[in-house]
T-cell receptor, first 113, second 111 residues
Framework: AQSVSQHNHHVILSEAASLELGCNYSYGGTVNLFWYVQYPGQHLQLLLKYFSGDPLVKGIKGFEAEFIKSKFSFNLRKPSVQWSDTAEYFCAGNSNSGYALNFGKGTSLLVTP | NAGVMQNPRHLVRRRGQEARLRCSPMKGHSHVYWYRQLPEEGLKFMVYLQKENIIDESGMPKERFSAEFPKEGPSILRIQQVVRGDSAAYFC?????????FGPGTRLTVT
């Protein structure tokens, strides 16, 4: 079955620390992968997406993710987090022949001053 | 540049009542997707609609839930005879396979 899983459900970091949030997928064939962010009280926003090509994808607000096919992973990274990065982060995927996004359970990130 | 609009943002219903959730897609989008987020869970796909047509409702519960997207007006997700287990955040998105834009969600609480 097609699915996406996130390893960390709650992460607490100090400002300026580096961030890596894990995401693994289970898809046969071509997969499209996404990271969404939901700031408190706001709607889901797309951080970055991967369809094909360069496995290192750069998104908004300094975030990036690397597609590693051999590990079925699409981890989200940021070298130095800010307090304003406090939010819920969701990894999601679908296939080229589909449209419904499969979401991980989300990771709640708290950045402390 | 209006994004995906959903209303109401918060909805409280008593058990047995009906809930109606509305979604207006982004301008120029004719496809709408509904997702549900239960507590401590990720978003789960419910239904995919085009104007006047349900494309895929494989994620919809078999009973009490229905969705429509009329030629004019917003898409409606309707839950009849709500139960406590229907309490969740319901998100609407518009777009396509490669990019979906989400609305702010409707948080339904069943008392």
């Amino acid at each position: 079955a097609q699915s996406v899983s996130q390893h960390n459900h709650h992460v607490i970091l100090s400002e300026a620390a580096s961030l890596e949030l894990g995401c693994n997928y289970s898809y046969g064939g071509t997969v499209n992968l996404f990271w969404y962010v939901q700031y408190p009280g706001q709607h889901l926003q797309l951080l970055l997406k991967y369809f094909s090509g360069d496995p290192l994808v750069k998104g908004i607000k300094g975030f990036e993710a690397e597609f590693i096919k051999s590990k079925f992973s699409f981890n989200l990274r940021k070298p130095s987090v800010q307090w304003s990065d406090t939010a819920e982060y969701f990894c999601a995927g679908n296939s080229n022949s589909g449209y419904a996004l499969n979401f991980g359970k989300g990771t709640s990130l708290l950045v402390t001053p | 540049n209006a994004g995906v609009m959903q209303n109401p943002r918060h909805l409280v219903r008593r058990r047995g009542q009906e809930a109606r959730l509305r979604c207006s897609p982004m301008k120029g989008h004719s496809h709408v997707y509904w997702y549900r987020q239960l507590p401590e869970e990720g978003l789960k796909f419910m239904v995919y609609l085009q104007k006047e047509n349900i494309i895929d409702e494989s994620g919809m519960p078999k009973e009490r839930f229905s969705a429509e997207f009329p030629k004019e007006g917003p898409s409606i997700l309707r839950i009849q005879q709500v139960v406590r287990g229907d309490s969740a955040a319901y998100f609407c998105a518009s777009g396509d396979t490669y990019e979906q834009y989400f609305g702010p969600g409707t948080r339904l609480t069943v008392t």
